[in-house]
């Protein structure tokens, strides 16, 4: 409680936003008043009290399909960041505190993915492979295990050069050891701020996907693809694509600005 | 050899090896595929003759290396092979979309990069004040936008609203300079929002580590008035993380147009490239990202090298 | 009141305005023309701040928050930044402790000379670099006329530093802030610099605030000696009376560390760790080169030498860390295996090392409690209340209150408690044998005294043997039973403690005794004439 009274009204503001998708995503089954795929009326129809956004390019009810995108996007989001991150972290960390030929080829592996734009190796990924919503988690866990790699590395290879380090190991303690209760700790707070960051990332790089059309496959509802599927109302100077693309840009912006707070403390907290 | 031009010549060839690496990666990838490639084009339908025909014509049945090393060797002469979608020469279909998409990023990269390198240096100068809150602020919030938002906002307000510019930015061989500035400038300006954002907070963190530095307090403690500090100390030594920033912008200019030229309709390799991968135009796709995947090798190798001609401690190497 | 500089009653505070962490308290400091002023304290007392703040100058986060700094009739407690630039550099100059970071690595040393004199307009661009030439000559550094024009990375600390000041001096300023300029550098380097900065001081009349933890130094340099501690004032008096007849017990306590004398060792001399024909490389440099010694039970073996004289990469070929190219070490006979990995755990449990930097040799995110009690259930497989109890008892073997450090995370420990609990870390596998590497050189002189106290004591009850690696040769001195000199990699002389220091037999070790910064007044010209004889000895050699 104490430190969200030193928050900055931006990370507050981040925080709400946060816990409101949350919310929404966890219980969208109970909050949308529609469902998902449900065909409730004509295309493209009007704002009204019974389709608060109207619906969408097939009939289907609009702010129930954003409810859902919630899940979905934000959902998707999330598991493809965890995957991402445990492996990268922890190949990361091993290979700092292994050096040698482990290294070298685990470091070498992750310069070729880094090598290529990520959109443009997730492009020819999904074009080998096939989009759909497990090859896409995989494709783009792939990719963005590589930067996870890097960092947690560098952050780990600082440490590995310290000298309690050396300590542990001259004790003779094991790798699961040194991982776990030597180096994790130190690193942690440098990873959770890349995870915010990277999270970030990821929600963006599967909206951009989706709109695409390579992404989230329809009938699922997904901020990304609701873009593409309405994007002719614009030219009506209709609003309403822009609120799924709007509830995209709200959260990274949150997030966003979470991770910036507690970096900025962190650095505070050193010095 | 000096060890400076020992560096930049493994730099060049790092560069290079990555990028055969990366072809060949992708070439597998193909390979690896589950199920015949050529009865996945024709469909289930196709009979055993057409597909062995079809299979010959790509020469499908050949050996894998053989066929990598006759693809390779046809993309040193420019041979590019065939678009299975359209049956065209991939060379043909690029040409002019590689002008096009390299124009639009020219045109974001002109005006984008001076003005960020510019906001970065005075948010850093003025660190803490109003304008450099409000910068990180802006900056923040157009990085967490999606370029699709950022553009379909702009058409909003741009060209349905006021009716400044065309929703779509549709150009041609006939179309002049200056016409084609006009259509393209709302995904130019898209382009532009994004990369000053990001570039802007980067130039201002390379800055600022520098200031750190105790050299820094010996300048101010010699006197050294403060735009001077900057200018002169810091500057020198923050370029190579600046150099960092503007490759790795421009190389995002490069591949970012792919949503910015979805939205408009433009006329590019990105359009190209998504249209190849949802209808699986392998050769399309393989050239394509090539292309990409080089200019973002190349673009990262010309900053390494740059940064290597920028420290003094490598060029002035005993 | 100083005819040049005065300060009354000067406060620095940093942190915020409500609770504000207080930096200096009510320093008063006087100076005259052609003065030098001594400023003495540990770390943390606030000395480098004063002499920033003699410049008008703070640090970010730091503010005056009361008291003047008045400066030739200018308080620069409340000068404008433009009145302190034009004084900056022109009237009053800076040299830094680290010349290596304080010169810019984008500019050559000319250069960086001439901007001063050029934007503070005393000279143009061709009579700055004449200057620098003819400063660079008077502060001896070699090649004066070419030396400018090379960058700082191609030059050596010692000479880097030396050019910092020919620097500060550039517009012949009335004040030189000197802010520890030799800490960094080899005792040896160390006098070089000293006597050119002291000549080239008086040469141009030039008040000087020279800043130091080292006493000895500051005798040789000082008119009057400033003592700090706390942010505040302790005493001050000139030189000779300071060093005769401290007032305060504070200075006293930091007059006496310097006497601490180990007892003589008796009983035979039998070694427990043998070195056989050791040499190590780092790629194609060899850091070790075929070195052979014993280290004697329940003795202390000093291995002395100056920055890459190989003697961290001995410790660390001992400890298993880096597995020597050729050559053994054996322990109690039997051959140890090159490196940690493959030796047993009771040979890994034998010995054990302290180190230099208690802050990243004990792990930050650990209690002080999980740092003890993991290396004692690891070698002595006790549990339960028995290993609470033993770890207890390391607390107490330390001199340190289990009830209140046990509990305490790493990072509020003080240097010297964390030094203490990397002994206390060390003794829990129950060594034998111990290294100690530098463990004192991060540490402040008392707080040093402390723990070499402490090492003496263990010896005693514990009957360990230690091999303590050092620069400085008065630890040596005080603590060692023997001692081994090192130079680039191979043993230059070994033998007891007194043979060493009365009898040194090589021009190299009798040039590194004198080096060693005494507080007699003649010390520096008697050293700078021996160092200079030793080393025409050793060049003929």
Redesign the interface.
């Known amino acids: 409680m104490t430190l969200l009274r030193t928050a900055p009204p931006t990370a507050l503001f981040g925080l709400l936003v946060l816990a409101a998708t949350l919310v929404l995503g966890l219980f969208a089954p109970l909050i949308a008043p529609y469902g998902e795929t449900e065909i409730v009326g004509g295309e493209y129809l009007p704002w009204s009290a019974e389709h608060p956004l109207g619906t969408d390019n097939l009939g289907r009810d609009m702010l129930s399909r954003m409810i859902y995108g919630a899940r979905n996007t934000v959902g998707l989001a999330l598991l493809t960041t965890g995957i991402a991150f445990s492996i990268g972290a922890a190949l990361g960390m091993f290979a700092a505190l292994r050096g040698g030929w482990i290294d070298q080829a685990l470091s070498r592996a992750v310069d070729v993915i880094m090598a290529v734009p990520p959109l443009i190796l997730a492009l020819m990924l999904l074009a080998i492979v096939g989009p759909s919503i497990p090859n896409m988690v995989g494709v783009i866990a792939v990719i963005y295990l590589a930067p996870v790699y890097r960092l947690s590395r560098a952050a780990a290879m600082n440490v590995v050069a310290l000298d309690f380090i050396g300590a542990a190991q001259l004790r003779g303690e094991g790798t699961i050891w040194l991982l776990r209760r030597e180096i994790l700790p130190n690193i942690s707070s440098t990873l959770v701020a890349e995870a915010g960051l990277r999270f970030c990332f990821v929600f963006l790089f599967i909206a951009a996907l989706s709109f695409l059309g390579i992404g989230i496959q329809p009938p699922t509802a997904d901020w990304g693809s609701m873009v593409k599927e309405n994007a002719t109302l614009i030219t009506f100077g209709d609003v309403t694509p822009l609120i799924p693309a709007g509830a995209i840009a709200l959260l990274t912006v949150s997030i966003n600005f979470i991770v910036d707070w507690m970096l900025h403390r962190a650095s505070g907290l050193k010095s | 050899m000096t060890r400076l031009q020992k560096l930049i010549l493994s730099r060049l060839a790092l560069g290079i090896a990555t990028l055969f690496v990366v072809s060949a990666l992708m070439f597998v990838g193909i390979e690896l595929l589950p199920g015949d490639l050529a009865q996945q084009i024709l469909g289930q339908s196709a009979t055993p003759e057409t597909l062995a025909a079809f299979r010959a014509e790509l020469g499908l049945d050949q050996a894998p290396h053989t066929r990598y090393l006759d693809w390779l060797s046809g993309v040193v002469q420019g041979d590019l092979g065939q678009s299975l979608a359209s049956g065209r020469e991939v060379t043909d279909l690029l040409s002019t979309r590689l002008a096009n998409t390299m124009f639009l990023a020219g045109y974001a990269a002109v005006i984008a990069v001076p003005i960020a390198v510019t906001l970065g240096l005075l948010a850093a100068l003025w660190r803490n004040s109003l304008f450099d809150r409000s910068a990180n602020v802006g900056a923040l919030s157009a990085i967490s936008m999606p370029e699709f938002f950022v553009a379909y906002l702009l058409i909003l307000v741009f060209s349905i609203k006021l009716g400044w510019f065309p929703t779509l930015a549709r150009i041609d061989t006939a179309t002049s300079l200056g016409q084609a500035l006009h259509v393209t400038f709302l995904p130019a300006l898209t382009l532009i929002m994004v990369v000053i954002a990001h570039m802007m907070r980067m130039t201002r963190a390379a800055i600022i580590n520098v200031l750190a530095a105790p050299y820094i307090e010996m300048a101010r403690l010699k006197g050294v008035p403060r735009w001077r500090v900057v200018l002169r100390h810091a500057l020198p030594n923050a370029l190579a993380p600046i150099i960092n920033v503007i490759a790795l912008n421009l190389a995002y200019l490069i591949v970012g147009v792919v949503v910015v030229e979805v939205v408009f309709s433009y006329p590019g390799l990105g359009q190209l490239l998504v249209d190849a991968v949802a209808s699986r135009d392998f050769p399309v796709v393989q050239a394509v990202g090539l292309f990409f995947a080089g200019t973002y090798i190349l673009l990262n190798v010309a900053a390494d090298i740059l940064s290597i001609l920028s420290n003094p401690r490598l060029r002035h190497a005993r | 009141m100083g005819n040049l500089l005065t300060i009354r009653d000067l406060r620095l505070e940093a942190g915020s305005r409500s609770a504000p962490t207080v930096i200096l308290e009510g320093l008063d400091l006087d100076l005259d023309r052609g003065e030098v002023l001594g400023l003495v304290g540990e770390s943390g007392a606030g000395k480098s701040s004063a002499g ?1 703040a003699a ?1 008008g ?1 703070v ?1 970010d ?1 730091v503010r005056i928050a009361g008291g003047r700094i008045d400066f030739d009739g200018t308080d620069l407690a409340r000068a404008p930044q433009r009145t ?7 009237r009053i ?2 040299v ?1 402790q ?1 010349a290596a ?7 050559r040393l000319i250069d960086q000379f001439a ?2 004199p050029i ?2 307009g005393t000279a143009d661009a061709a009579t700055a670099q004449a200057d620098a030439r003819a400063l660079y000559r008077q502060m001896q550094l070699p090649d004066p006329d070419e030396i400018g024009f ?2 700082p ?2 030059v050596s600390g010692g000479q880097l530093q030396r050019a910092m000041t020919a ?1 500060a001096m550039a517009c012949r300023p009335d004040l030189i802030i000197f802010d520890e300029p030799t800490t960094a550098l080899d005792v040896t380097t160390q006098i070089e610099v000293l006597g050119a900065m002291r000549d080239i001081t008086e040469r141009f009349g030039t008040a000087a605030i020279y800043i130091t933890h080292d006493l000895a130094v500051v005798s040789q340099m000082a008119d009057r000696i400033t003592v700090m501690r706390h942010g505040r004032e302790v005493e001050t008096a000139p030189t000779r009376r300071m060093l005769d007849a401290p007032q305060q017990d504070y200075t006293r306590s930091l007059w006496a560390v310097r006497s601490i004398r180990k007892p003589e060792a008796t009983g035979p001399a039998e070694p427990v760790l043998t070195l056989d024909g050791v040499s190590a490389h780092y790629r194609d440099f060899k850091a070790l080169d075929d070195i052979s010694f014993g280290l004697c039970r329940g003795r202390t073996t000093a291995v002395v030498g100056e920055s890459g004289s190989g003697k961290s990469t001995l410790a660390k070929v001992i ?3 880096m597995p020597p190219g050729a050559g053994r070490v054996a322990w109690d006979g039997t051959p140890l295996a090159g490196h ?1 990995d493959r030796r047993t ?1 009771d040979q ?1 449990r034998q010995v ?2 302290i ?1 230099q ?1 208690a802050d ?7 209690t002080v409690r999980e740092t003890l009690d ?2 004692v259930a ?2 002595t497989g006790l549990s339960g209340k028995a290993r609470r109890a033993r770890v207890r008892e390391l607390m107490e073997l330390i001199e340190l209150d289990p009830d209140a450090f046990l509990d305490r995370r790493i990072p509020e420990l003080s240097g010297g408690q964390k030094q203490r609990i990397g002994i206390a ?1 060390a003794l829990a ?1 129950e060594p034998r044998f111990i290294i100690c590497d530098e463990i004192t050189s991060a540490l402040d002189q008392i707080v040093a005294e402390g723990i070499l106290k402490l090492l003496i004591r263990l010896q005693r009850d514990l009957g360990l043997t230690y091999m303590f690696i050092t620069h400085d040769l008065a630890t040596v001195e005080a603590i060692a039973d023997e001692v081994v000199v090192m130079k680039e990699g191979r043993i230059v002389e070994s033998g007891p403690r007194a043979q060493i220091f009365d009898a040194p037999r090589q021009a190299y070790t009798r040039r590194l005794l004198a080096s060693v910064p005494q507080m007699d007044a003649g010390w520096l010209d008697r050293a700078r004439r021996d160092a200079a004889r030793a080393r025409s000895a050793e060049t003929a050699a």
């Open positions: 920033l410049m100058f640090r986060g302190l630039r034009r004084l900056h550099g022109r100059a800076y830094a680290s970071a304080s010169f810019n690595p984008a500019h901007e001063g934007l503070h090379r960058y990375h191609e620097m400890a298993g860390l940690h755990k890994l054990q090392m180190y930097m990243t040799a004990l792990n930050p995110r650990h993991r290396p690891f070698f870390r596998a």
